[in-house]
């Protein structure tokens, strides 16, 4: 494999980090190929510490790395997850119904396909109110119970997408094992009206079971002396593939929808993962969401570094993270809308790149994964943009904006874009301290107020938020994630650091019930679960 440092590329890139002017000297330079439109949003780059050499290197960067021979790889169905042995073909959840891609020998393109003619069938359903609870009432609450990808992703695209979701049908999540987060949602609903979605590929996730388990019991007290399994064959659907759990739960298998292994969890809120989304929007809106995914698809496939918009998305955050020294990247988006895109965004990158072994199994001697973060505007602008601004760590910036809102209230949106591109251009430019004295302020207090700006910031400006533009934006961090990764030499697709804290986390749990298997862990893990035993007394 090739390692990225030994690259001429690599190379010629620290020795121009260290010559890069500040982005207040970049600005007035022509910034045009920092620019590109794309399925109508606009991602612009003029704000990041990049000129043209920098750019033109981060293509050769790109190429010595073999990241298009990669992607085509992974595009074709080679299983370039090598330490699962699968394909990662998330790409596949969205091509259209007319394409064909075989993958150890099945048409993968007809399974989804069919897959989703049963969710269109079943969303229809809950929708126009042919599907009813076991008392013949009307569906009123979907609760989604799942966890990370199962959760992380509906909860996103809810939110995102409200305003053209049927507000007839209250969209509820469950995903953590507190008690609290099941018990809580179930004040909100119904036994009777209330339908449940079990996200679990194996059916065996103990979190999402454990929900699971509880919410039966719940709608089943409901009907106290009636047929059991009737009754949660009408409230209970399944996304998974054990057939045989999933029955034996009370679900029918025809409400059974199933996705696959080269579905990761990160990837998969457009597969039967969104069903929550489908019921919410309905399916024609789903199908849309699909088309803004495959719309980037076709682009990062096909498009030259000139217009390829994820491959230059992907080669920037090496830039900032390598060579730029900046361990964090701020995601801001300007809407409230997609509030949750932030969190959806930090499995999606950090469970893929927060990796220091490559995929040689050699540990790797530069950095990858930046740490993902943020909070809609203008909330933020109260809490932690002041560290963005003055503190001593720089944090890069995705801001993004939203040209048409879905809820006009005056001059509202005015005022809320105006704060973003405001944002924008203080964190690139700043304000030192010769300016501020032209502007009166007083000596005393002129070095509180400089700020050094050189925080890199991009803006991707959207139209409206639409479900296909929301494919579209997922669709370009997934492939930005994929190009990083590839630079890298790392596998963005597999994620063993979550099972060792799973597998020690069911060792306690036993100890919990034995307290003879306490002195199994070490001195401080003894003490706390001891802590623990006396504190629940």
Not at 284 to 292: D, V
Request: hydrophobic share 40%; charged share 20%; proline share 4%.
């Amino acid at each position: 494999m090739i390692d990225p440092t030994v690259t001429p590329a690599w190379n010629s890139l620290v020795k121009q980090s260290t010559a890069i002017a500040p982005i207040r000297e970049l600005v007035d330079q022509d910034r045009s190929e920092f620019r590109t439109m794309l399925e109508g949003v606009e991602v612009d780059f003029s704000r990041q510490r990049i000129d043209s050499a920098v750019w033109h290197t981060l293509k050769d960067l790109v190429d010595q790395c073999d990241v298009a021979q990669l992607r085509d790889r992974m595009l074709g169905g080679a299983h370039i997850n090598t330490t699962e042995d699968r394909a990662v073909l998330h790409t596949a959840l969205r091509l259209p119904r007319k394409s064909e891609l075989f993958v150890d020998g099945v048409d993968v393109v007809k399974e989804v396909h069919g897959v989703l003619d049963r969710m269109s069938i079943l969303a229809d359903n809950v929708r126009n109110g042919t599907w009813r609870g076991f008392s013949g009432k009307r569906i009123t609450s979907v609760v989604n119970i799942g966890i990370g990808g199962s959760d992380l992703g509906p909860v996103m695209a809810h939110r995102a997408l409200q305003a053209y979701s049927d507000q007839s049908i209250a969209m509820h999540f469950v995903s953590n094992v507190d008690p609290t987060d099941l018990v809580e949602t179930l004040k909100l609903c119904d036994p009777q009206t209330t339908l449940f979605i079990i996200a679990s590929k194996t059916f065996s996730t103990t979190e999402t079971m454990s929900n699971a388990q509880r919410a039966r019991e719940w709608v089943l007290a409901a009907y106290p002396s009636l047929d059991h399994g009737g009754i949660v064959a009408q409230h209970f659907v399944a996304l998974s593939t054990n057939a045989q759990s999933v029955t034996a739960f009370g679900i029918d298998p025809a409400n059974m929808f199933g996705f696959w292994d080269w579905v990761g969890g990160r990837y998969s809120m457009d597969s039967a993962i969104g069903l929550s989304t489908m019921i919410a929007i309905g399916p024609e809106q789903f199908h849309e969401m699909l088309s803004g995914f495959h719309a980037v698809d076709l682009n990062f496939a096909n498009a030259p570094w000139e217009s390829n918009v994820a491959m230059q998305m992907g080669a920037l955050a090496v830039w900032n993270r390598d060579f730029l020294k900046i361990e964090t990247t701020a995601v801001l988006p300007y809407s409230q809308y997609l509030s949750r895109f932030p969190a959806y965004l930090q499995q999606l990158t950090m469970e893929s790149n927060g990796k220091s072994v490559r995929t040689d199994g050699e540990n790797v001697h530069y950095e990858t994964g930046a740490i993902y973060w943020g909070e809609p505007g203008t909330n933020g602008q109260h809490s932690f943009y002041q560290l963005l601004h003055q503190g001593t760590s720089v944090v890069a910036c995705d801001i993004i904006v939203i040209a048409r809102a879905q809820q006009e209230l005056g001059v509202q949106q005015d005022v809320l874009v105006a704060n973003a591109l405001a944002q924008a251009s203080v964190l690139s430019l700043g304000i030192n301290a010769e300016q501020l004295a032209d502007s009166g302020i007083p000596a005393q207090l002129i070095p509180h107020k400089v700020m050094p700006g050189n925080r890199p910031v991009s803006v991707i400006l959207c139209s409206e938020l639409t479900p296909f533009t929301l494919g579209v934006l997922v669709a370009l961090y997934e492939h930005s994630t994929f190009v990083q990764g590839a630079i890298w030499g790392i596998n963005s697709f597999d994620q063993w650091g979550v099972e060792l804290g799973k597998k020690v986390a069911t060792g306690i749990s036993d100890a919990f019930a034995d307290s003879t298997q306490v002195r199994n862990f070490d001195a401080s893990t003894e003490y706390s679960i001891n802590k623990y035993l006396d504190l629940r007394e």
